[in-house]
């Protein structure tokens, strides 16, 4: 049985998905950019900020479904830039511990709002 995730602690969708949905064992996050949950408006900067504030979007989710970070297994990052890898892993990096989650990171030049960086993630409950 799915239930949706939703957290003032997170920004709203906007268009018809769900931010997070939580499935039997699993927590499912929608893609989150780097959206500021208290004023809805995107929060720009360079990849390191803007993958800060998707990461604490993801975090918010997670918790609220019961979760968090520690049980994240997989991850996929789309960039905007893949010159931008490095500076994206860095604060990828300060998110997680060993054994990191799998992940898979690819280059969508179109992300939307012009972001830099969007991810999705799977967790355990």
């Known amino acids: 049985m799915r239930n949706p995730i939703q957290t003032p602690r997170a920004p709203k969708p906007i268009g018809p998905y769900s931010p997070g949905i ?8 929608s ?12 929060q720009r900067g360079d990849v ?15 918790e609220a ?7 994240v297994v997989k991850c996929t990052v789309y960039l905007r ?4 890898f490095e500076a994206m892993n860095e604060v990828y990096a300060t998110y997680f ?3 990191y989650p799998a992940r898979t990171t ?8 012009g972001i830099a960086v969007e991810i ?6």
């Open 106 to 113: 690819i280059q969508a030049g179109a992300l939307p709002g």
């Open 97 to 99: 511990e060993p054994p």
């Open 22 to 29: 939580i499935d039997v064992d699993f927590v499912f996050v």
């Open 31 to 42: 893609g989150q950019g780097s959206i500021d949950p208290a004023t809805g408006t995107l």
């Open 65 to 71: 479904g019961g979760s968090s970070l520690a049980k």
């Open 48 to 62: 390191r900020s803007e993958t800060r504030r998707v990461f604490e979007n993801i975090k918010a989710i997670l």
């Open 81 to 84: 830039d893949m010159n931008d």
């Open 120 to 125: 999705e993630c799977i967790a355990r409950r």
